[in-house]
């Protein structure tokens, strides 16, 4: 089959670059996107050109001009040459699943160095408590989910518990400190803490946010959650905590820090999360009206069990700067990110 200027034949690439004629074996590639490019033409007219970008094994990165219709075609064509290829720029991307409002894709995520996400690989969510069995094999067959890191405490645990697909290794690492938080309320949970506050319920999330920075149990805990992504090896992995917001926000934040992302990436995707959790907040709100009066008092608990601000991760940051000077210091002497061990993430996760 032709495609604007290659070919596909024998589960082959086959296209011209230097005037030799090349065969790229459509098994070795990782990812394949289409790119559409536009410039002011003559009077204001719109000048469209659509490309084929193709990512391999060995991180070499091809583009193919052709009609838009060539690349969805060469890509549904590719796709069933090499079900294991990632297809498409989810850019943070939600994934569309039946029970997982909040799972999210980080392929295509661009870093400052010009480099991606590579997709299929990094997914954030919230607790994998009743997940479908239809969300279990997208996950288990389309991502290729090999480990889960659950951040919450055991209690949280034993009260919702991870449905976790046949083979997926699953890590538990509660970022808050078990012990410390017993001897405060026993059975103490995320949602109880907020629901359950008595003063300014913002003012609550951002000593909670700068605690995640500033209490060193915690730090230990996303120090080890980075040492498993850095050591993780086929398929893709998820981290979670219960909303997937909060814990799992701050983890993700760190994550693309190490990853070069800027802070203005960063913080979009940080905010995505408000419009993932829109239907859930709805859905208990009007549970709520069913059984009691929801009182002002109560709206402002919901939304923040469900919604973030960016004042919370600027808290995070802002506490970052206060403590260490910098990011790149924090994610060295507090993470023990060596820049060969960044270096190590990056050439892992970026292409």
């Known amino acids: ?4 200027k290659i070919r596909i034949e024998d589960g082959y690439l086959v296209f011209t670059k230097h005037m030799m004629i090349n065969s790229l074996p459509c098994r070795d590639i990782l990812w394949a996107y289409m790119r559409r490019e536009g410039n002011e033409g003559d009077e204001g007219r719109q000048i469209i050109s659509n490309s084929l970008v193709i990512v391999t094994r060995r991180r070499k990165r091809y583009k193919f001009e052709m009609t838009e219709k060539e690349v969805h075609e060469c890509l549904i064509l590719l796709r069933a040459l090499n079900p294991e290829m990632a297809v498409g720029f989810p850019k943070g991307g939600r994934i569309t699943l039946q029970s997982l409002p909040n799972t999210r894709d980080l392929g295509a995520i661009s870093a400052k160095d010009g480099r991606h996400i590579l997709p ?56 808050i400190d078990e012990e410390s938080v017993a001897k405060e309320k026993k059975n103490w949970n995320a949602v109880d803490a907020v629901l359950n506050f008595e003063g300014d319920p913002d003012e609550f999330m951002i000593r909670q946010y700068q605690n995640l920075i500033t209490d060193q149990y915690s730090v230990k805990m996303y120090a080890r959650f980075l040492d498993i992504l850095l050591h993780q090896d086929e398929g893709a992995i998820l981290w979670h905590c219960s909303t997937g917001k909060d814990r799992t926000g701050v983890g993700t934040a760190l994550l693309l820090c190490a990853l070069g992302v800027s802070k203005e990436d960063i913080r979009e995707d940080f905010m995505k999360s408000n419009a993932c959790l ?10 709520m009206e069913t ?61």
């Open 120 to 175: 299929r690989k990094l997914l954030r969510s919230g607790q994998l408590y009743h997940m479908s069995l239809a969300d279990q094999e997208v996950l288990r067959n389309e991502y290729h989910l090999s480990a889960v890191i659950d951040l919450r405490n055991e209690y949280e645990r034993e009260k919702r518990p991870d449905l976790i697909p046949e083979g997926v290794i699953c890590h538990h690492i509660p970022i």
């Open 278 to 287: 829109e239907g859930e907040m709805e859905y208990i709100i009007r549970l």
């Open 291 to 351: 059984k009691t009066i929801v009182d002002p008092r109560i709206m402002d608990r919901i939304n923040i069990l469900f919604r973030v601000r960016e004042e919370y991760l600027d808290a995070v940051f802002d506490t970052i700067e206060q403590n260490y000077g910098s990011v790149e210091r924090f994610l060295r002497k507090a993470l023990y990110l060596t820049p060969k061990a960044i270096e190590a993430l990056q050439d892992r996760y970026l292409v």
């Open 1 to 4: 089959m032709k495609y604007g």
